[in-house]
């Protein structure tokens, strides 16, 4: 049996594995003794706070709720028939084809098919740590297998006979992009969309788990001490997610504070356009007035959100704007007004007022919300959210249009807020995706290292 603070060390160790935080899901407790529970409660505030998230105790009826039945053995008050013989297979089939294709979804059970059908089924990764007497004999990990279902985009993509086809030329200067005010891209490497498809699958999943190490093995490429300031600290939505001295948006300081001018927040380069971006947290109410004061300085036409204010019963971000139309909020000095929304199967458009309450003056802002990203998880549909990033896009350029001579800096405008809850995570996907995009319609051609 391990005492509480031996699994909270476990626990805090899986953060160490190349695949935290996105493989891990949840990490369920089952039948924890009243004399494990209460020290718990104290010592699991020391674990960081994303991964304490993601710690559950339960008891055995409780399970259903976190993992479907079907997937469940039925010692476990599930309806799945183990068959361990089968897992074993699968085991080794897993470890034998780690290296093959990407892509492969072939059954790995045989006679095992009810175990194919719930690994399928489950929509999160999760791993249960048995702790009462009737759970010793093995632990179960549930692993999700939908991340993998895209197959048929990959062959959609590699032509017949799996040759190259040559890259297209190049756009045109009406494509956005300039090289003023532009960052130094190296256009000398580089892959069609065919060479960097079959590159993905050639490599597998052990290459792009090396790939995932090595990024994190990296040191900071910053400081972070303003964000580490004791004042600064309670406008950060986690303790462990700051934002970098050399890249954060300065406010405008409020009555010489010079405390007043720190926001969780910094600016992201994008394909050939200096800081195209502002990737930040998802506002705290005690934040909400900063943000928007974000948003006007930084003459901001378009707010992405890619999270739900609450997700699995927790807040992922603050309610900083009205949902309903008509519905008005004062944040400090400006006024927020909703004046149109329109819903989407995996996205809302809210259409916003903006209101300097000082200068009377007021401006229109675009809001953006993705709703098909699940907590932990990726988007089910890839189309859905190249859809949504389209329509971005669209409106960004729709927005910039109309401020017509009284916007001189780079031809696709202003920065664009991108938000999740950490602002690290969905963000980062969402600027990632715009700019390897946006290279590949300009040279034709990917680059991703």
């Not at 490429?221 to 934002?243: E, M």
């Amino acid at each position: 049996k391990l005492e509480g603070i031996d699994i909270l060390r476990e626990i805090e160790d899986l953060k160490f594995d190349g695949g935290y935080p996105a493989k891990l899901k949840k990490v369920l407790i089952v039948t924890a003794p009243l004399w494990f529970k209460a020290p718990f409660k104290i010592l699991r505030l020391f674990v960081r706070e994303k991964l304490r998230d993601r710690v559950f105790t339960v008891s055995i009826p409780q399970l259903t709720l976190h993992i479907p039945r079907g997937s469940l053995p039925s010692r476990l008050g599930g309806e799945l028939a183990v068959d361990h013989a089968a897992w074993l297979l699968h085991c080794l089939k897993s470890v034998t084809n780690r290296h093959g294709d990407l892509c492969d979804v072939a059954s790995p059970l045989g006679s095992g098919a009810a175990m194919d059908s719930a690994l399928i089924a489950t929509n999160a990764s999760t791993a249960t740590i048995p702790n009462g007497p009737e759970e010793e004999e093995e632990e179960l990990e549930i692993t999700t297998s939908r991340d993998l279902d895209n197959g048929d985009i990959w062959q959609h993509s590699s032509g017949s006979g799996g040759a190259s086809s040559p890259a297209p030329p190049a756009s045109s200067a009406s494509s956005g992009f300039s090289d003023d005010d532009s960052l130094h891209c190296d256009l000398g490497h580089g892959m069609s969309l065919e060479q960097f498809v079959e590159s993905v699958r050639s490599r597998g999943r052990v290459g792009l788990a090396q790939d995932y190490a090595e990024i994190r093995a990296r040191p900071p490429d910053g400081s972070f001490n303003h964000a580490r300031l004791r004042t600064n600290l309670p406008k950060n939505r986690y303790t462990d997610v700051l934002c970098y001295d050399h890249s954060r948006v300065l406010l405008s300081q409020i009555d010489g504070d010079p405390c007043s001018d720190y926001i969780n927040a910094n600016f992201v380069d994008g394909y050939k356009q200096k800081n195209a971006f502002i990737s930040t947290q998802g506002p705290l109410p005690k934040t909400f007035c900063d943000f928007w004061r974000m948003v006007w300085e930084q003459q901001v036409l378009v707010v992405v959100m890619t999270t739900r204010v609450i997700e699995r019963g927790r807040t992922k971000c603050g309610q900083y704007w009205e949902e309903e139309e008509g519905s008005t909020a004062t944040y400090g000095n400006f006024r927020v007004a909703t004046v149109s929304v329109e819903q989407h199967a995996d996205y809302t458009v809210t259409s916003l007022h903006l209101t300097n309450l000082k200068t009377d003056e007021w401006r229109e802002v675009s809001h953006y919300q993705f709703t098909s990203w699940p907590d932990y998880g990726v988007p089910h549909s890839a189309l859905a959210m190249l859809d949504f990033l389209n329509r971005v896009r669209q409106q960004q350029s729709k927005m910039v249009a109309t401020l017509g001579d009284t916007w001189a800096g780079h031809p696709r405008g202003p920065p664009i807020v991108v938000h999740c809850s950490a602002g690290i995570g969905r963000t980062g996907t969402f600027c990632t995706l715009d700019i390897c995009i946006s290279r590949l319609e300009d040279v034709g051609t990917v680059d991703v290292r």
